[in-house]
């Protein structure tokens, strides 16, 4: 009973939404109160009946219900609560439910908190976002219903796919729809605007907070994506180039790119145009990725396995929302008015060459994402485009960009002095082409590079708290006086510079672990010992172990520096019993910001098994990097100023003042 209400409520919520998406953009053009006031009204109404449907899935998986086709394809009733939760969104029906749950819970959002916006673009954004939901509804119940049922109930599950039984799981997926989807918000204002033809500072406004909101939770769910796929994979690697990590990628930078570019608009009434454009370029880019994972036509370990009608469908929904959103800029951009001007050395060209490197850069791995695709449909010829494409055209477009970003915050609105720049940053760099060669003479060397690379990443960060020294006036006022100036500076200067910051932590990972990781591939019997990152592991043996829903081996390693024992670590391979599926936990052991990785290869006739070590320098700097950056947008959006729907104290005053006594 509890699934038929859910799939009521599911059909319910497309009739809402076909409401939503017509009635309210009627009343806009027709400056009707009444039908705009129907949006958010409809809007919630939406969210809570796709609640009650996600809720009733979720429900049937905890339960294990195995007459529900889904529950039996991906659940198994000796898996564990978190997983049976996890695993609503572990597979294409559930994490398309997922996605349309937080799409309608944004739309909810800006029902909530957008009672500040004018009447008409209200409505036109919620219509928008209805458009939207319409569309995906269709979508799921028409070729991916989680509600189907099986006659007679088969007694067990099949079980989950044993890579996804990890707590990242529980976490990954949400984080990174959150961003996916918030984008859709930012989408649904660009075209709204577009048809009212209005486009201003209060538009860049109402956007940013948006923006922010779906970069941050983007940010931490790639960064979490990235840490799962490291240390569940068994392969040691933190990012592959995956095409579906490209998918995730590419908006986050377009997103970057219009966080940045909505904040020279607002400021200075410039790039309005191209500010648009990246906001419908941003969540076309989501589109995309969706489309990539779910159409069946990439082969990865996180593409779900789809058969072509869904591929088709969502095809069907890229060409129309991109294709529709691009014609209406088309159509309607020529008539907008241009922004402001400025000079190249400002505050705003600053901006634009960070605006032109992540344009360019997402542009360059989205070549290299479908290029491939389209030659093998055109040709049926099979090439790979991997690591070192990537590498070499990223990796160079990002050098000018790390270089500018501390110059960013130190120049002036419309006309900046680089010179003046230079010297407030001189100690920086100063600073960080020192600590690069004290870390390249503690490494024992390497590449020259290494130098530039680590220099690079201090750089960014030195340059992100010169920015915050620089802003309290320390060394020019009184150090009481410039402390009370840092405590008073708005929260949103300390959440650019700690997204700065994290970058540089981030980048300093990167170079470290791409630099100087080694890894020891060897054959080990019981009492042999490894070499590896100045540290001595042996061999303890292997011991068997029962899990809730698996079988594992075990093999134990006591680790050793100097003669003198530091910690043990373990590493198995399981066995799932219901799908038959090996896979390999690696056992990890964390020292500082470095990590000792091992994993178990194949066993050896002799008795032997084949052992994986790497040592990993400072690579958790990449994913506390990541943190860093996510914590920056979240202190950002706690300033007033970018909190959604806050009204100004100002707006208050002349309400309170306009109340008749009483």
């Not at 479908?370 to 070192?388: C, F, H, M, Q, W």
């Not at 708005?490 to 959440?495: H, L, Q, T, V």
Request: one cysteine or more.
């Amino acid at each position: 009973m509890i699934i038929e209400i859910g799939h009521y409520a599911l059909v319910l919520a497309l009739a809402t939404a076909l409401i939503v998406s017509t009635v309210p953009l009627i009343g806009a053009r027709r400056r009707d109160a009444t039908m705009m006031a129907l949006a958010p009204v409809a809007s919630l109404t939406m969210f809570v009946l796709v609640l009650i449907a996600f809720a009733a899935l979720t429900w049937a998986y905890v339960v294990s219900d195995f007459s529900l086709r889904n529950v039996w394809e991906n659940s198994h009733s000796l898996m564990p609560v978190v997983y049976k939760v996890s695993g609503v969104w572990g597979n294409h029906e559930g994490s398309m439910m997922l996605w349309l749950l937080i799409l309608v819970f944004f739309s909810g959002l800006v029902a909530i908190f957008g009672r500040n916006l004018p009447e008409t673009l209200r409505a036109d954004v919620l219509a928008v976002q209805g458009w939207i939901s319409t569309a995906f509804m269709l979508f799921i119940l028409l070729t991916s219903n989680p509600f189907l049922r099986l006659n007679p109930a088969p007694a067990e599950g099949q079980d989950l796919n044993p890579v996804l039984q990890d707590p990242g799981l529980a976490i990954h997926p949400p984080l990174l729809y959150l961003g996916y989807v918030g984008f859709s918000v930012c989408f649904s204002f660009a075209v709204a605007a577009l048809i009212e033809g209005r486009i201003d500072a209060a538009w860049a406004r109402w956007v940013r907070p948006w923006t922010l909101a779906a970069w941050t939770f983007l940010t931490a769910g790639i960064a979490m994506g990235s840490y799962w796929a490291y240390y569940e994979l068994g392969w040691g690697g933190w990012w592959f180039w995956d095409p579906v990590e490209n998918a995730s990628f590419m908006p986050w930078l377009a997103g970057t790119a219009l966080l940045h570019s909505a904040l020279v608009m607002e400021k200075r009434e410039a790039l309005k145009i191209w500010t648009v454009l990246l906001a419908i370029m941003t969540f076309s880019l989501s589109l995309l990725g969706t489309f990539l994972v779910r159409s069946g036509v990439l082969t990865s370990v996180h593409a779900f396995a789809t058969d072509p009608t869904r591929g088709i469908f969502i095809l069907a929904i890229l060409m129309l929302f991109i294709g529709g959103a691009f014609a209406l800029f088309a159509w309607r951009a020529p008539m907008l008015k241009s922004g402001g001007l400025f000079a190249p050395v400002s505050r705003e060209g600053s901006l634009v060459l960070n605006n032109l490197i992540l344009t360019v850069s997402t542009a360059t791995i989205l070549i290299g994402t479908l290029y491939p695709l389209v030659l093998e449909t055109l040709t049926d010829e099979k090439i790979s485009v991997g690591a070192p494409f990537f590498n070499m055209t990223f990796g160079l477009l990002m050098l000018p960009l790390l270089a500018a970003v501390p110059f960013g915050p130190m120049l002036a609105w419309k006309r900046g002095d680089l010179l003046g720049a230079m010297q407030r940053l001189y100690v920086a760099a100063g600073l960080a082409l020192v600590v690069g060669l004290i870390l390249y003479y503690v490494e024992n060397g390497g590449p020259v590079m290494a130098v530039f690379g680590i220099a690079l990443a201090f750089w960014g960060m030195f340059g992100a708290l010169a920015d915050i020294w620089y802003r309290a006036n320390f060394g020019k006022l009184p150090f009481n006086v410039a402390w009370r100036r840092l405590v008073g500076l708005p929260r949103s200067a300390f959440g650019t510079a700690l997204a700065h910051f994290g970058l540089g932590v981030a980048v300093l990972g990167i170079v470290m672990v791409t630099t100087y990781q080694t890894e020891t591939v060897v054959e080990m019997k019981q009492g042999q010992t490894a070499e590896a990152g100045g540290y001595s592991l042996v061999f303890d043996g292997m011991r068997e172990a029962v899990g809730p829903n698996f079988t594992e081996e075990r093999g134990h390693f006591t680790v050793s520096r100097a003669g003198a024992t530091v910690a043990d670590v373990w590493s198995s391979k399981r066995i799932y019993t219901a799908r038959r599926m090996p896979t390999t936990e690696a056992g990890i052991l964390t020292f500082g910001f470095s990590q000792l990785y091992v994993s178990l290869g194949d066993p050896m006739a002799d008795g032997g098994i084949v052992v994986r070590i790497w040592w990993k320098p400072f690579i958790l700097c990449i994913w506390g990097g990541g943190l860093i950056m996510m914590l920056g947008g979240f202190v950002s959006l706690s300033d007033r100023r970018l909190r959604v729907g806050a009204p100004s104290r100002k707006a208050r005053a002349a309400k309170v003042a306009m109340e008749p006594a009483e």
